[in-house]
């Protein structure tokens, strides 16, 4: 099933929201890794929101989603302030790993085993 306009309008303003609140927190910074917030998918009643997280060079990702879950009290209350005029009820909101990265870089890294003429799964 599609997304509806709703949704779509009101994941983008969660993510814009998301976005600078984790900047605000220091939560973009974490175990001097780079954490960006890659999609944000909300439930057609727009009661709950995915909050999906992208880790570029973080050395403990369970930490780092730990702390961020750490905070999801904070965060939510920062984007309540912030969307209260946009929205009737602030979704629940719920963070999940985004690991696209890492099957994009798994996937260029086998390219660059084949074009170089080494057989992948050999060093």
Do not use: C
Not at 12 to 39: K, T
Not at 94 to 108: I, N, R
Request: glycine share 4%; net charge positive; hydrophobic share 40%.
């Amino acid at each position: 099933m599609t997304e509806g306009k709703r949704q779509k309008q009101v994941a983008s303003v969660i993510q814009e929201q998301m976005n600078d609140i984790f900047r605000r927190l220091s939560l973009n910074m974490i175990n001097g890794g780079m954490v960006s917030i890659s999609n944000v998918k909300i439930t057609p009643d727009l009661l709950e929101a995915r909050i999906y997280l992208s880790f570029f060079k973080v050395d403990d990702i369970d930490a780092a989603m730990k702390k961020i879950d750490g905070k999801s009290w904070e965060i939510k209350r920062e984007l309540a302030d912030r969307v209260k005029n946009q929205l009737r009820r602030i979704p629940v909101l719920t963070f999940y790993l985004d690991d696209t990265l890492d099957h994009v870089f798994k996937m260029e890294a086998l390219f660059e085993q084949i074009k170089s003429g080494k057989t992948p799964g050999t060093t």
